[in-house]
């Protein structure tokens, strides 16, 4: 093993954290907004728009993040020509799009599993759907899906990684390059590796405080 | 007050409510019961549309609330409902199950609000229990926080739909007192229980219900005393 090579390029290392972590952030927030309207969309009245809804799930589900990132950079400019879109926000919209639909799945579980009577005795008290589900099913259901969201959230994280291939110069793309540039083939990437535990590491711990606060105002 | 007309119901192929007709007056204890899966509950549950029916008219101080652009939400704010498994909303504590639909959906102050919890939990007796959360009281209390949740819409009717079913017996009586306290107050109730003791003695009225059908119908003592219908009889044999 030889790490003498840190010395030279520790910067690589250190910019590609930073963009992975833009990524990471981005595809978190964005998706959990898209999730939470995808998750909308599917519970509607309308049939198509539900129908709208299940098709997108079941399509980011049943396909690779890789093709789907490749559809994105290559058909999104082809859609829009003359558009300049930057590699980066390409790769975070693929990440969020792809998060979004395993969030819509998370929430939709989350919701089922609060029990029926919560929005009957919502609905009861003379609440309309929406309060019911926004202040008495809502709540619930995110106290459930915690734990499940968080190892959404660090499947991102770990997915920013799949960019590289469009060229966003994020962690394990620097990573190529300083393996190229070293002839080193492991040492690098157990560099890359020991920085996505701790960006992992962190955010597990994070979720790990929120969730023990839900759960302290649940009993007195 | 409320007024059923021929009132079917069908989950599916199987039809749980064969024409129900009933009227219940201003003030009127009704006591709802019948075997188990005979469709009472389904009824109760009818009266403030948790159960859409599939066919006949249910009006409400003669508002026909099965018709198409009734706001339902306006009607069930004046039918209070009590659940069979009290259905407290756990992630709020007691203080806040009472207050958060009076804010809500009648835009009561925060203040004003929360004295009328006060004042509903003194009458059911659980004042010290004001912040407490749900999952640390006992089945008996839930269900009569749940009361004093309903109550806090000041509804015009209380619907029970077997309230002291799912309590362990030393719980019952606490909240069947509650009742108690309530039907004598003047509140309009229809309760489905299986508590023949709270029938006899509260009712002003009982319904038997079979098959989908009221099968007998009468005041408490003559109903008890000399029921007529031969599957009345036959349930009360069993039951008493």
Redesign the interface.
């Given at each position: 093993m030889n790490f003498s090579f840190l010395g030279t390029y520790y910067q690589f290392f250190i910019t590609g954290i930073y963009i992975t972590i833009i990524l990471a952030l981005i595809a978190v927030v964005l998706g959990s907004i898209l999730g939470v309207a995808l998750t909308l969309l599917r519970r509607s009245k309308y049939k198509v728009v539900k129908l709208i809804g299940d098709i997108y799930v079941e399509f980011i589900r049943g396909t690779p993040l890789l093709a789907q990132i490749y559809i994105i950079y290559i058909g999104v400019p082809a859609l829009f020509s003359g558009m300049d879109i930057p590699d980066l926000a390409v790769g975070a919209i693929a990440l969020s799009l792809n998060a979004a639909a395993y969030i819509s799945e998370t929430i939709r579980s989350g919701i089922e599993a609060v029990?029926k009577?919560?929005m009957?005795?919502?609905?009861?008290?003379?609440?309309?759907q929406r309060?019911a589900m926004f202040?008495?099913i809502m709540?619930?259901a995110f106290?459930n899906i915690l734990p499940a969201l968080g190892n959404q959230f660090i499947g991102s994280i770990k997915d920013s990684s799949i960019v590289s291939v469009i060229g966003v110069a994020e962690l394990m793309y620097e990573t190529t390059i300083v393996r190229g540039n070293t002839a080193l083939g492991l040492e690098p990437i157990l560099v890359a590796s020991l920085g996505y535990l701790v960006l992992t590491f962190t955010l597990s711990r994070l979720l790990g405080i929120v969730e023990r606060r839900l759960k302290t105002?649940?009993?007195? | 007050m409320i007024v059923v007309k021929d009132l079917h119901k069908s989950f599916g192929k199987s039809e749980v409510l064969k024409g129900i007709d009933v009227t219940i007056k201003k003030g009127e204890v009704v006591v709802v019961i019948g075997p188990s899966g005979s469709g009472k509950s389904t009824f109760l549950r009818c009266l403030?549309l948790?159960e859409t029916p599939t066919s006949g008219n249910i009006s409400v101080n003669e508002q026909d609330i099965t018709a198409k652009k009734v706001n339902i939400?306006?009607v069930?704010?004046k039918?209070?409902?009590v659940?069979q498994?009290f259905?407290?909303?756990?992630?709020k504590?007691v203080s806040q199950n009472i207050c958060?639909?009076p804010i809500?959906?009648?835009g009561l102050k925060a203040p004003e609000a929360k004295s009328l919890a006060i004042e509903l939990l003194k009458k059911v007796g659980l004042l010290e229990k004001v912040?407490?959360?749900p999952?640390?009281l006992s089945g008996g209390q839930q269900q009569r926080i749940?009361i004093a949740?309903?109550l806090a819409?000041k509804p015009e009717v209380m619907l029970f739909d077997e309230p002291t079913s799912a309590l362990d017996p030393e719980m019952v009586g606490e909240v069947l007192a509650v009742m108690k306290g309530l039907a004598k107050e003047g509140m309009t109730m229809v309760v489905v229980t299986h508590e023949m003791g709270f029938a006899k003695e509260v009712g002003d009225r009982i319904l038997f219900i079979d098959q989908g059908k009221i099968l007998e119908e009468n005041n408490p003592k003559e109903f008890f005393g000399n029921p007529k219908h031969p599957r009345t009889i036959d349930f009360l044999s069993k039951v008493l």
């Open positions: 029990s009577g919560q009957e005795a919502a609905r009861s008290l003379g609440m309309s309060t202040d008495i709540p619930q106290k105002s649940d009993r007195r | 403030n948790l939400d306006k069930r704010e039918m209070g409902m659940f498994q259905n407290l909303f756990p992630h504590n958060h639909a809500k959906v009648k912040e407490a959360y999952s640390s749940a949740r309903a819409m």
